[in-house]
């Protein structure tokens, strides 16, 4: 945890708790205690931008510290002042130190790691509830009498802390999208469509797409890893993999993040490492070889800028500025003058001997070209086409803007029941590659195609049937497809790949399933087309490596009363169990939080996996678990009390 917001401790962990006073050792006298209170206050309202994970609950927080002011103004107004109680004062300086612990977590959603934030998002939250439970303790037998507070400010700051009260209790729901979504990118998996595509979405959620956006990311990650000082390994490990992917997809070519000087090859030679910084692209900052002038202006190495391009952008990396237009201009003269620096200093510049050749035929004649040989009467024309366009379609953003201008989204799905399998293939893949851009999901949707790619799903060859699924998951995350995809019945196919597809399929089915359950009328279809069993037997065969993913589906369906009495057996509980003693430290969160919702509903369950040995295992993972995992033993320790009293 970033020590100067939270304290040198780790993620998620509570404050220490701190001494009270003693009643005859005051640390402030009654006026600097009072203003030390309100200078408190007036430095947690100055942030006022929160990070989107935390902002609702930062806002909220903010509201109550004001509303609680005027009980603190009131004092001071006070002619004459009067003097404090001790019991007043202990009470106003365990107020002041909650105070304290608030300004340091909103100045962590101000400036903290988005990314850090959004992995952590429940161990934050438990930090908000433990702020509430300091004001909660302050305010409580607050002696209004002894220090002639009037009755309107009494009502009112006995009001708040009976909402703060409730606040403790309240349990927000977890964005299992989000949290889904980080755990495929975590996986060890080959650059596909479909997941750029959660990439996409995850720099979206994360507001993590502007060049601006991705330096302050670095920088907040930075001072993370160096407050962390090697503690708790894997989870940088991780926020650094995200970080360097979502660079990846935004076109920034730099994944330098421990902050280690780093020197090309180029320039170990180099007397001097006084480069000006004109002859620095901006997003890689190396030395540029072949600079070029975009329509803001500004000057980047002609790579660099091509991949800011292709990945999607629109605007000047730098400034923000949207493009007027998306050519690049060579800089000779900036050019010439990096050439006569670099001789004099003794550097060697590389080549870049590996960019593509220029193409002869613009992409403007070539792509409408290629849609209507789609239609060809000659297959082979029709092979080639189809296979081209799957290549055109999943790289470069004004590619697919061509293929769809051209009528390229009627003339593949027209493509998607083709007797040969080939073309069938290469048509629902170019649609995934396609479904990229968020507007071409509703058009392949209005498009009819898919009914189709559930054809694909259900009869096609296992690369078909694998990039289907990818297909109708990418096109899932517009809320209107979530049900068009299960009215059409695409769950029961989704299902049976799940069961007999390759690890590659399965994985791709979990994905797409869980996204559609994201749905309500969906869990009922799931549980109907017999994804229970699915599920068991994936758990029993660890082999795979989908535990986590078949438990997050679990705990979609446990959200849903009446899924919950199909999946909620004493057969299931025990399998739990057995998982929360055997599995990894990512089972073992997973199987809590499952067994966590269906014991919360049904106290029957709970009791018999307290028979089945949960409670020594609990008292374990509450000592030694992950962060995560101790939360949810803890709350299952208290449920299970509530049970057995």
Known sequence: MLSSMFGARPAGEPDPPEPEPEPSGRQLSDGDLLDELVATVGAAQAFQEFRRSQRKECFNLLRWLQLVLPLIEELQDASPPRPLTDDAHRRLALLSRAFQAARRLLRCCHDGSKIFLSLEAEAVQGRFRAVYEKINQALDGMPYSEIGISDEVKEQVELINTQLKRSKKRTDTQDMELAMDFMVVLQDKEDRSADRVILERLAKKLELQSLADLRAETMAIKKLINERNGQQPESTKQIIEILNKLKEVAGIDEKNILGEVHIPKYLEKCPSLMIPNDFLCPISLEIMTDPVIIASGRTYERRSIQKWLDAGQR????????????????????KNLILQWCEKNKVEMQTRADEPPVEEVSKEVLIPSLVKDLSSPNLDVQRKAAKKIRTLSKESPEDRTLIVDSDGIAALVGLLLYPDKKIQDNAVTSLLNLSIDEANKVLIAKGNAIPLIIEV?????????????????????????????????GMAPLVDLLKDGTIRGKKDASTAIFNLLLNHQNKLRAIEAGIVPVLLKILDNTKLGMVDEALSIFL???????????????????TLVRIIKEGTPKNKECALSVILELGSHNNALMVHALGFGLQEHLTEIAKNGTSRAQRKANSLIQLAQKCQS
């Open 457 to 489: 799903l259900k009869n096609g060859n296992v690369e078909g049937q694998e990039n289907s699924a990818a297909t109708l998951f990418s096109l899932s995350m517009v809320d209107e497809n979530k049900v068009a995809i299960g009215a059409s019945g």
């Open 315 to 334: 605007t000047c990396p730098k400034t923000q500025q949207p493009l007027a237009h998306l050519s690049l201009a060579p800089n000779f003269a900036l």
């Open 556 to 574: 979609l369906l446990g959200s849903n009363s009446a899924c919950r009495g199909t999946i909620g057996t004493e057969s299931f509980v025990e």
